[in-house]
T-cell receptor, first 116, second 115 residues
Framework: AQSVAQPEDQVNVAEGNPLTVKCTYSVSGNPYLFWYVQYPNRGLQFLLKYITGDNLVKGSYGFEAEFNKSQTSFHLKKPSALVSDSALYFCAVRDIAPYNNNDMRFGAGTRLTVKP | GAVVSQHPSWVICKSGTSVKIECRSLDFQATTMFWYRQFPKQSLMLMATSNEGSKATYEQGVEKDKFLINHASLTLSTLTVTSAHPEDSSFYIC???????????FGPGTRLTVT
């Protein structure tokens, strides 16, 4: 079964500095990888996904993520953090082989705090 | 873009009563819907997966008689928490997937508090 690990519970960065939120995954086949953001008492908002193709994926709000198959990682990055980026970030994976009802499995989440 | 709604957004009920939460895909047909549960400061835990017109598939440890899921149409799934207890208090999030195999869209969540 697929699984996701987010090794950091908390990431703190200063506004204007680059940020990285780490994610590693485990699947038996090829992965579909996703990043979502959650604000307090809200549902999940989609940021970006990797299905196939270019390893560098660009998403919403200036975020991007790099798929690294050899390291089984899909780290989320942003060149210049904003205070408004402060939220809870979830990495998720789906295993596409074999396809059936394969659901998403989520990491534990990483709380990003951007300080002015 | 694809929108998933949930109703109600929050509900308070007394212990022993039942609560129904609706999940609707507003602008697409959802062949598969998922129900997640999220405790404070924790990740989403999948409760069950349902396909339209079929019985839901529950994850291990989830009581199917307590959490009744109905996926009666391609745009509506309901989760009924029967005989609710305070430990059922949580944030419930539904998700819907159209016929494509990639995308999965999430509702805004329902905060259930059982007193």
């Amino acid at each position: 079964a697929q699984s996701v690990a987010q090794p950091e519970d908390q990431v703190n960065v200063a506004e204007g500095n680059p940020l990285t939120v780490k994610c590693t995954y485990s699947v038996s086949g090829n992965p579909y990888l996703f990043w979502y953001v959650q604000y307090p008492n809200r549902g999940l908002q989609f940021l970006l996904k990797y299905i196939t193709g270019d390893n560098l994926v660009k998403g919403s709000y200036g975020f991007e993520a790099e798929f690294n198959k050899s390291q089984t990682s899909f780290h989320l990055k942003k060149p210049s953090a904003l205070v408004s980026d402060s939220a809870l970030y979830f990495c998720a994976v789906r295993d596409i082989a074999p396809y059936n009802n394969n659901d998403m499995r989520f990491g534990a989440g990483t709380r990003l705090t951007v300080k002015p | 873009g694809a929108v998933v709604s949930q109703h109600p957004s929050w509900v308070i009920c007394k212990s022993g009563t039942s609560v129904k939460i609706e999940c609707r895909s507003l602008d697409f047909q959802a062949t598969t819907m998922f129900w997640y549960r999220q405790f404070p400061k924790q990740s989403l835990m999948l409760m069950a997966t349902s396909n339209e017109g079929s019985k839901a598939t529950y994850e291990q440890g989830v009581e199917k008689d307590k959490f009744l899921i109905n996926h009666a149409s391609l745009t509506l799934s309901t989760l009924t928490v029967t005989s609710a207890h305070p430990e059922d208090s949580s944030f419930y999030i539904c998700s819907a997937r159209p016929g494509t195999i990639y995308e999965q869209y999430f509702g805004p969540g329902t905060r259930l508090t059982v007193t």
